[in-house]
Every structure is written in C-alpha cells, then in structure tokens.
C-alpha cells in the first residue's frame, strides 16, 4: 500500500541558509500535518492543513512556513536555519472526517552545522 | 489543552519478563489513543490505536493496550518481551474532532537485555 513519501530523507545545511522539506500524503489523503523531534524528545507539532488552508498551527518558528499544493502536496519552507533546528521531521497524513487516523512518513533528518 | 503523561522514562527488562508502560492523557472530551514505537534510527510506527469499542486493543508483535476511561489511561502491555523491543515507546492522544493534531506523550524508553 503507497505510505506517505518525504523528500529529502537526509538534509546537512549549515547556519542561516535555508531548507524546503516535501511531503507526498497518501493518495486521496487531504489534511496534512508537521510535527519535528528533536534529539531524544517527543515529536511536537507544528503545522497542518486541509485543502490547500491551514488548518492548525503549533510551536512552530516564525522563520519557518509551510503550504500545501493543488495536489494535496506540502511543502515546509524553513529560513535562518539555527543548530537548534537539527531534528527529525516527520508529515503525516489523513483523510479529513470525523474519526480518522494519521499515517507517519519516514521522516527528513536535518542536520544543521 | 490536552497532555498526556507517562509513568517511565526508561525502562530495563530481561527477556521474557513481562512489560506494562503506563499513559495518563488529560483532555475533557472524547478522543483517540494510539501508542506508536520508534526503533533506533527508524520513523514512528504504530503499534495500536483505539477509537471505541472493546476498551482491551491489541495490536502487532503481541502488544495490547487497555483504554480504562474514568481513570484516563491507557496502558500497553506485552506479556513476554524480547531484545527486538528495545525502542523509544509514545503514546499519543488526539481529539474526536476532525483535523487534530497528535499529542505525544514524552516517550518510555525500553532496553530489553538478553
């Protein structure tokens, strides 16, 4: 079964330049959610969306943006980068209704030097 | 605001020997309970989730969690644990409202010694 799809898996930027993370959800899928874990910490949440509009926002930097596309796609934009922003981040997606579960990606390792 | 707790932020077992991991959520409302397990070096899988019904779940590799509701927990259990266990375990909580987020528990660390 097609699972969520991120990309890159690994990411090595260096201090104040920037970084794009993508997310596919899974096909038919249209609510998308961000969540980063930093080293040895629970993940935190820090943006969704559904259709195309934000729909939650959480913890997350005002260096950072995200947005999700036509094709229910999204994309985290993050600018400025500091070390702390070294992480884990995972999407994860849903099919908007009532009762639902969210379905993880593999995650996008950001390394920040 | 919703939170949830866990009794144990790291655990050490033998093989064999029995596992209870111990989650409290606060929320007012109806929600969600997953607990989801994090191999070293791996993404977040889930182990088992409840939505309703029969309040005992079980889930893969032999774990079932108990949704007990007046005391707001839900607890997982594995009756023999094995050195392939050892994890980073999270129980999750999320409201029965449409498009909400996940809330992570901090995470029980389990090292299972052969």
């Known amino acids: 079964a097609a699972g969520v799809i991120q990309s890159p898996r690994h990411l090595i930027k260096e201090k104040r330049e920037t970084a794009t993370l993508k997310c596919y959800p899974i096909?038919?899928?249209?609510?998308v959610y961000w969540y980063q874990q930093g080293p040895g910490q629970d993940p935190q949440f820090l943006i969704s969306?559904?259709?195309?509009?934000?729909?939650d926002k959480g913890s997350i930097p005002d260096r950072f943006s995200a947005q999700q596309f036509s094709d229910y796609h999204s994309e985290l934009n993050m600018s400025s980068l500091e070390l702390g922003d070294s992480a884990l981040y995972f999407c994860?997606?849903?099919?908007?209704?009532?009762?639902?579960?969210?379905?993880f990606g593999p995650g996008t390792r950001l390394t920040v030097t | 605001a919703q939170s949830v707790s866990q009794h144990n932020h790291h655990v050490i077992l033998s093989e064999a020997a029995s596992l209870e991991l111990g989650c409290n959520y606060s929320?007012?409302?109806?929600?969600?309970l997953f607990w989801y397990v994090q191999y070293p070096g791996q993404h977040l899988q889930l182990l088992l989730k409840?939505?309703?019904?029969?309040?005992l779940v079980k889930g893969i590799k032999g774990f079932e969690a108990e949704f007990i509701k007046s005391k707001f927990s839900f607890n997982l259990r594995k009756p023999s644990v094995q050195w392939s266990d050892t994890a980073e375990y999270f129980c999750?909580?999320?409201?029965?409202?449409?498009?909400?987020?996940?809330?992570f528990g901090p995470g029980t660390s389990l090292s299972v010694i052969p």
């Open positions: 994860a997606s849903s099919l908007g209704s009532t009762y639902y579960e969210q379905y």
């Open positions: 096909p038919r899928h249209d609510t």
């Open positions: 969306f559904y259709e195309k509009m934000q729909s």
């Open positions: 929320y007012g409302g109806t929600v969600n």
């Open positions: 409840y939505f309703s019904g029969d309040p």
């Open positions: 999750a909580v999320n409201a029965k409202t449409s498009y909400d987020k996940v809330i």
